[in-house]
Nanobody, 122 residues
Framework: QVQLVESGGGLVQPGGSLRLSCAAS????????MGWYRQAPGKGRELVAE???????NYADSAKGRFTISRDVSKNAVYLEMKNLEPEDTAVYYC????????????????WGQGTQVTVSS
């Protein structure tokens, strides 16, 4: 099984910055899409940003201009640079890796990170 390890969450004041990291435990497969989702208490999980195998990116409107997603294809890793954080950004952030092809007998599987807490508060 593929494991995604997330890090970088924490407590930050409004206007601060954080950098989230997510890396797969294996790199013997290729990716289709990697991205970041978040879920606030009492709310559904929503897309924050994603990056495809071509390098094309897609951002939620709330993230545009403040967040930047990037990748390291050699490590099957994805990062999220978050700037000018707001209290509304408070949530558990989850990394997603959508693999291309067959991995351990499973076609086009999705792997989720364990989640990392981001809290924006004074």
């Amino acid at each position: 099984q593929v494991q995604l390890v997330e890090s970088g969450g924490g407590l930050v004041q409004p206007g601060g910055s954080l950098r989230l990291s997510c890396a797969a435990s294996r790199n013997d497969f290729s990716i289709y899409v990697m991205g970041w989702y978040r879920q606030a208490p009492g709310k559904g999980r929503e897309l924050v940003a994603e990056i495809s195998k071509t390098g094309a990116t897609n951002y939620a409107d709330s993230a545009k201009g403040r967040f930047t997603i990037s990748r390291d294809v050699s490590k099957n890793a994805v990062y999220l640079e978050m700037k000018n954080l707001e209290p509304e950004d408070t949530a558990v952030y989850y990394c997603l890796l959508d693999a291309e092809g067959v991995v351990d007998g499973d076609y086009h599987p999705r792997f989720w990170g364990q989640g990392t807490q981001v809290t924006v508060s004074s």
